[in-house]
């Protein structure tokens, strides 16, 4: 019978298992002792035994504790403590942590072995980082032995012997590796343990230093604490007792500055923050030390972070937190605004940029957001650059979120540095008023933000100031390509409209300059297109088996990347650049050339293209591509926009205003739209035909016109020439012009005339249709000068036997408006408007806007006639018969009414217009004809004559013609040393000192390379000073220059006592001759003292040293010099005129004495240098020959002509004083009028006096003038004055020299010619000049009510009216050496 077996008792089961587990201890202590010949899996295995056999032992069991001994000691070596595996490592340290609960509460080890142990713990828990491992369950239940045990108690006594500084480095280690493995992945398993060992750390701890404070807050300092944080948070929270002291004594020290390592030493401020943020009641204490660090800190870095740390505070939305702070500590806010004045440049622009912050902080208390506002709109003068662009950057942020706290002061002052003097702040603030101008267009509608035009205007003014600041310039321009001036968000419509009401707001000169920019990127757009058709032809040539079709077609190719290139501002490699581009066989980057060229491509295709050719054109040609393509994108007006703008041009006359501006300055724009504005020339409505052949006759050119219209468009055009207004008949001659072919276009335009000059007789009774029909013809000889050439006999006679002697009194008048076409003073009689009219019309009709075309032999008769004509009409003498067909009213023998100063007028201008259009074919007496029609009796006429003889120099300078500038600008010259008037002589002194520079620059530009030359440098004949040649001309032939018999005279009679005698005369009002050779000459010194002192002074900026000024003077001196050897030849060449070398003589001899005077002045009396000048000079061979003794040799000596003890006498302070102080860019409607004066500088009359107030005695042929008689009243002379007054005001430099007057309505266009390649981007940026904030212009000039004087003292006399002491004595200040060119920004403070 079988047994049955017992189970054994539990105490001998117990006993059993005991045993077991002594048995596998000693034997895993055995193995362990000495693992160099194990295996890792062995080595595994044993500690796997061990951790289970220890883990089933009870705490404190003698026998076991006995067993474990080896084990003790074989984990505790480096063996296993370092082992390579973790797998190793985790279950030594789950052995030894169950040990170390086996052997409680004693210790098994000495501190030096416990450091190494606690050392394993902290490496083997960071495993619990990832719960995805296979070992987390291991490392989680050694975690939660740890835990469970309060094992880290024992790591707290292990330093007690160290110094201070060296102590609790285990422990350290020990937290900052439960705080680093905690994440949001295993947040929900090791939270409870971690939070008990850290509360039992807090509970434990009899002093928590800084050491251990750093490694349990340490892990605040994360970007995202996240679950270490909110366990930290629940620490602080249940332990605030044990830990709030130790943490706010460690912060208060750091604060104070007394810590300077670690963390509390370098991120003190950071963890007040952040500890602030979870658990404010640690921290609120501290804020008045805070605020101590914000005031009193010499530590720059210590107060920047307090500075950081107290408006984060303050920023914090939760009221317990933000507003807490401010509660808890009122002068937090204080000390934080002050930090806006910080000695250092950093904070200073720290607290700028928070700006926008802090503003958005406190939007709900006005007055707390004012005045941050207030604190960063100061920081915009701050001396720091990165200071003041943090604030305009901060600024503008706070403009898009609040409008009411931009106040227009703040928009005044973030504008004005757009003038900063660091181009990385210019280009800053442009680019954030960009988007704050796209942002604030968003939210607001276009018919009521003036804020935001105000803004578009500043960035349109910005984008064009190209010369001023050409960085700035490119900045603004790429802002507004890229994200555009309004927010495209809005769709088309919106910003159609957006665009009309900017340009409504834009005055003209604004809108010239901005144009232009447009123009101009329309230009290389084009540029583009040439070049890359030129390429497609260069690639069809390469391919042909003839290798000469390939020569001819590189060489075109090579020009066009060589304008490329000069449009971008860089020429040598980057032109090379381009032709690898326009060469390359690739057809992806002639894809993104032809792209980029089209103005029909969108703004994400261009920027497709833009992408596409750089990344296929390589690293060598990226830049040059990249700087092609910016220039290249699609335009700042998109098609859309444009076709929106067309479709509601009828309801809005803001879109039609867009419209013309952009048909006239980047007409390319519209080539897109052919059908719409065709559409527009057919309609039925007559205003709105004659606005669609307004926009035709500027875009024409760019439309694809097909030839099926053709029919259309002549019977439009025709409808508008015979029953249209004046404008309309204008527009619609160059639409035929632009749209038609050439050869339909003459022949269409020849019917028209022909119908139009018979029809001419039958309008006499209505001066309105009369006006109507001669524009049909003026326009056709303007615009289509070879339909004009059959028309020109008839009409030339039809005007001169016809129309002038026909007595057109009785007809139906002029309107008002027409009347005063190209007047600025008071209306003429209906008779004379008309004639004037006529006359008008007539110089038009010969004066081709293109360039001058091959004249008939009929043709150049009627020209000859109509010269003829108009130099008659020019004549100053009041009875001379040809005024009698014009019914002049009022006193002929005064010859100061209206009346025959519109006649004067209309025959000067059209003199002008001739010789711009002829220049070539003017004889020698037409030209002083045109010189001498500048003496009118009325200083309205001058002014408006000087606008116009501007216009020629403006014109022949841009056209590349040099010399035929310098002849017109010595007319110039002329005048402004004859005119009484100061605001004409400023006028003509800012137009002349333009044309200088631009003269000179233009001559160094096209000056050989000289550089082994003696002399390099432009020749004489190409520089400005050559106006002196036509000057000394003009005054030789003057009829008031005297004779030698007439100096000898009045030598004579000065001497005999004669003066006296003269006196009593002129008191008596009964005239006499001058009685000194002074008196006779002084005006002439005016005239070349003025001429003299433009040309010699040196430009702002450059010292009066005399090399400087012998470097200017040089050219004149020796001009003036080779003149004393000429003489004046007789029109047909054929010999000399007598006494013509004495009268050239004697004009040189006065300049050459008024030249050396202004040196001495310039120099303090320094002799200058004597210089070289290349080449010879090449005197105008019309008027001036070389004299020849009897045996045809140049005479070795010429005598002195002036009288013997004749002194220059030069006007002090000079005209470069006087007027150098004006702003050159004066051009608001309140600029101060022309003063009207009774009579102006022509020949010398009764009731002139000279410089010395002597009344001189009347030229032969003309009448005593009546003093004091006034051309207009004052309220309709000076409105119109300013017009002209505006125009004659050049800019510094050359701004403005041509697109200014360009952008005036005129019937007098300039021709339709592109400026030169050194003036196209320079014409446009000088016409933006602002006026100041009290409307009036910035630096004006004498005013006409400073110059009081007896009018008789400012008429009728070469010579200029001195101002008076008190007028000057203002300008006594500035030196004369420099005529002071203004800030080239200042142009900005206006458009704010």
């Given amino acids: ?54 883990s089933s032992s009870q705490q404190a069991d003698p026998a076991v504790c006995t067993a474990s001994a080896g084990l003790c000691h074989a984990l505790s070596s480096d063996a296993l403590l370092r082992h390579s595996s973790t797998e190793v490592q985790l279950y030594t340290a789950c052995c030894l942590c169950h040990l170390l ?77 439960l705080l680093s493995s905690i994440n949001d992945s295993n947040e929900a398993q090791v939270f409870p343990s971690m939070l008990g060992m850290l509360c039992t750390f807090a509970d434990q701890a009899d002093l928590i230093n800084l050491r251990l404070l750093e490694a349990l807050l340490k892990p605040l300092l994360r970007p995202a604490p996240g679950a270490a944080g909110r366990l930290l948070v629940q620490l602080l929270g249940l332990k605030l007792a044990q830990l709030a002291p130790s943490i706010q004594d460690q912060m208060a020290e750091s604060m104070a500055g007394r810590t300077e390592a670690g963390v509390f030493g370098t991120y003190c401020m950071e963890l007040l923050y952040q500890v602030h943020c979870r658990v404010p009641r640690i921290t609120t204490p501290l804020l008045p030390t805070l605020a101590d660090v914000l005031a009193t800190s010499a530590d720059e870095a210590r107060r920047g972070a307090a500075t950081d740390v107290a408006a984060r505070l303050l920023l914090l939305q939760e009221e317990s937190l933000g507003a807490g702070a401010q509660a808890a500590c009122p002068r937090l806010l204080d000390c934080l605004l002050a930090r806006y004045s910080d000695t250092s440049a950093g904070i200073r622009g720290a607290m700028a940029a928070r700006t926008p912050a802090l503003a958005a902080a406190w939007r709900d ?11 960063c709109v100061d920081r915009l003068m701050d001396p720091d650059e990165r200071v003041r662009l943090a604030a305009a950057c901060a600024l503008a942020e706070v403009g898009l979120a609040s409008q009411g706290l931009l106040t227009p002061g703040a928009r005044a002052a973030l504008a004005g540095r757009l003038r900063d003097r660091r181009p990385a702040v210019r280009r800053g603030v442009a680019a954030a008023l960009a988007r704050l101008c796209r942002g604030r267009s968003a939210e607001a509608s276009p018919d009521a933000r003036e804020p935001v035009l105000r803004l ?9 100031a190209t010369r001023q600041d050409a960085e700035l310039a490119a900045a603004a321009t790429e802002q507004l390509c890229l994200h555009g001036l309004f927010d495209p968000g809005q769709g088309p419509g919106a910003v159609a409209k957006w665009w009309a009401r900017l340009w409504s707001v834009l005055d003209p000169a604004q809108r010239a300059a901005f144009g232009g920019v447009v123009g101009a990127k329309c230009e290389f757009q084009a540029r583009l ?97 990249r700087a092609l393509a910016m220039q290249a994108l699609p335009n700042l007006i998109s098609p859309e926009v444009l076709g929106q703008a067309l479709e509601g041009q009828e309801a809005d006359e803001r879109f039609r205003d867009l419209i013309r501006g952009v048909a006239a300055f980047a007409p390319r724009l519209l080539g897109a739209h052919s059908a719409p504005l065709l559409a527009l020339l057919a309609s039925d409505d007559a205003e709105v035909a004659e606005f669609g052949a307004q926009i035709l006759a500027q875009a024409g050119r760019e439309l694809e016109v097909p030839a099926d219209a053709y029919p259309q468009v002549k019977a439009s055009l025709r409808e508008i020439c015979l029953h249209g207004t004046v404008a309309g008949v204008k527009s619609a001659v160059r639409a035929a012009v632009a749209l038609l072919p050439q050869e339909e276009a003459r022949t269409m335009l020849s019917a028209l005339g022909e119908e139009v000059v018979l029809s001419i007789p039958g309008t006499l009774e209505d001066h309105k249709r009369l006006a109507t029909r001669l524009k049909v013809i003026s326009s056709i000889g303007r615009s289509a000068p070879q339909a004009f050439n059959g028309l020109a006999p008839r009409f030339v006679t039809l005007v001169l036997d016809e129309l002038l002697p026909a007595d057109l009194s009785r007809g139906r008048p002029l309107d008002a408006a027409s009347s005063q076409t190209g007047l600025s003073w008071d209306s003429p009689s209906p008779q004379v408007a008309i004639k004037a009219l006529i006359v008008k019309s007539l110089t038009q009709a010969f004066s081709p806007v293109h360039a001058p075309h091959e004249l008939t032999p009929t043709h150049d008769a009627a020209l000859e006639r109509v010269l003829t004509a108009v130099v008659a009409l020019t004549n100053n003498d009041p009875t001379d018969p040809v005024f009698d067909d014009f019914g002049l009213q009022g006193d002929r023998s005064d010859f100061g009414s209206s009346d025959a100063a519109a006649v004067r007028f209309a025959a000067a201008a059209g003199l002008v217009r001739l010789a711009r259009a002829h220049d070539g074919s003017l004889s020698r007496r037409q030209y002083s004809a045109l010189a001498e029609a500048y003496c009118d009796y009325h200083a309205e006429p001058r002014a408006a004559l000087l606008v116009k003889i501007h216009r020629s120099v403006s014109r022949f300078l841009a056209g590349g013609h040099p010399r035929r500038a310098s002849k017109y600008a010595a007319v110039v010259a002329m005048a402004g040393g004859a005119d009484p008037v100061p605001e004409n002589q400023a006028a003509a002194l800012r137009a002349l000192r333009a044309y200088v520079i631009v003269a000179r620059r233009s001559a160094a530009e096209r000056a050989p390379d000289t550089a082994g030359a003696a002399a390099p440098g432009p020749g004489l004949r190409d520089l400005p000073d050559f106006l002196l040649a036509s000057l000394v001309y003009i005054l030789a032939e003057h009829p008031d220059l005297p004779s030698a018999a007439d100096l000898a005279a009045a030598t004579a009679a000065a001497a005999g006592g004669a003066l006296a005698a003269a006196g009593d005369a002129d008191d008596d009002g009964n005239g006499g001759a001058p009685s000194t050779p002074q008196d006779l000459l002084q005006p002439f010194v005016h005239m070349l003292q003025f001429a003299l002192e433009v040309l010699v002074t040196p430009l702002a900026g450059e010292a009066t040293h005399p090399d400087t000024v012998a470097r200017c003077a040089g050219p004149a001196s020796k001009l003036l010099h080779t003149l004393r050897y000429c003489a004046v030849p007789h029109e047909d060449g054929s010999g000399l005129v007598e006494g013509s070398h004495a009268r050239v003589a004697l004009v040189c001899d006065l300049g050459l004495g008024v030249l050396s005077q202004l040196c001495s002045r310039l120099t303090g009396g320094k002799p200058p240098a004597p210089v070289q000048l290349p080449g010879g000079i090449g005197l105008p061979r019309k008027l001036f020959r070389l004299v020849a003794d009897v045996a045809g040799q140049r005479p070795n000596r010429i005598d002195r002509q002036l009288p013997a003890g004749f002194q220059i006498a030069l006007l002090h302070p000079g005209y470069m004083e006087l007027y150098g102080g004006l702003r050159l860019e004066a051009r608001d409607k309140k600029a101060a009028p022309m003063a009207s004066s009774s009579q102006g500088p022509s020949k010398r009359t009764a009731g002139s006096k000279d410089s010395a107030g002597r009344q001189g005695k009347p030229t032969s042929g003309s009448k005593p003038a009546r003093p004091g008689a006034q051309g207009g009243t004052p309220s309709s002379g000076r409105a119109g004055v300013a017009k002209h007054a505006r125009l004659a005001e050049a800019e510094p430099e050359g701004h403005g020299l041509m697109q200014s007057l360009r952008a005036e309505s005129d019937e007098d266009e300039l021709p339709e010619e592109g400026p030169a390649e050194g003036l196209g981007a320079a014409g446009t940026a000088g016409a933006l000049r602002a006026p100041s904030q009290d409307g009036t212009p910035s630096g004006s000039g004498p005013s006409p009510s400073s110059h009081s004087e007896d009018p008789a003292q400012q008429t009728n006399r070469p010579g200029p009216a001195r101002p008076p002491a008190r007028v000057t004595s203002a300008r006594r200040t500035r030196t004369s050496a420099h005529l002071d060119d203004p800030d080239p920004l200042a142009l900005y403070s206006g458009s704010a």
């Fill in 1 to 54: 019978m079988a047994r049955k077996r017992v189970a054994p008792a539990p105490t001998e089961a117990s006993d059993d298992a005991s045993s077991r587990s002594q048995v596998t201890l000693r034997d895993a202590g055995k193995l362990l002792c000495d693992i160099r010949d194990k295996s890792k899996d062995v080595i595994l295995k044993t500690l796997k035994q061990a951790e289970m056999a220890l």
């Fill in 101 to 177: 609960k086996l052997h409680a509460p004693e210790c098994p080890y000495d501190n030096a072995t416990l450091k190494r142990v606690f050392l394993l713990f902290s490496q083997v828990l960071g495993g619990l980082a990832d719960p995805a491992s296979p070992l987390f369950s291991k490392h989680l239940l050694l975690l939660d032995t740890l835990h469970e045990f309060k094992c880290c108690v024992l790591a707290m006594d292990l330093d007690l012997d160290l110094p201070e500084v060296q102590r609790d480095e285990v422990l350290c280690t020990f937290i900052s590796s």
């Fill in 365 to 375: 208390d006005a007055g707390l957001a004012k005045r941050v506002t207030q604190h």
């Fill in 456 to 464: 578009a205007v500043l960035l349109c003014v910005a984008c064009a």
């Fill in 529 to 625: 297109a040439r070049g890359v058709a030129a390429a497609s032809q260069h690639s069809s040539a390469s391919s042909a088996p003839n290798p000469l079709g390939q020569v001819r077609a590189a060489s075109p190719l090579a020009q066009h990347a060589q304008r490329l290139a000069a449009a971008l501002g860089t020429h040598g490699k980057a032109a090379e650049s381009i032709v690898a581009m326009l060469e390359s066989r690739e057809r992806a980057v002639m894809r993104s050339l032809a792209t980029l060229s089209s103005s029909r491509s969108t703004l994400s295709q261009g920027l497709e293209a833009q992408a596409e050719l750089i990344r296929r054109v390589g690293t060598r040609h990226a830049d040059v591509a």
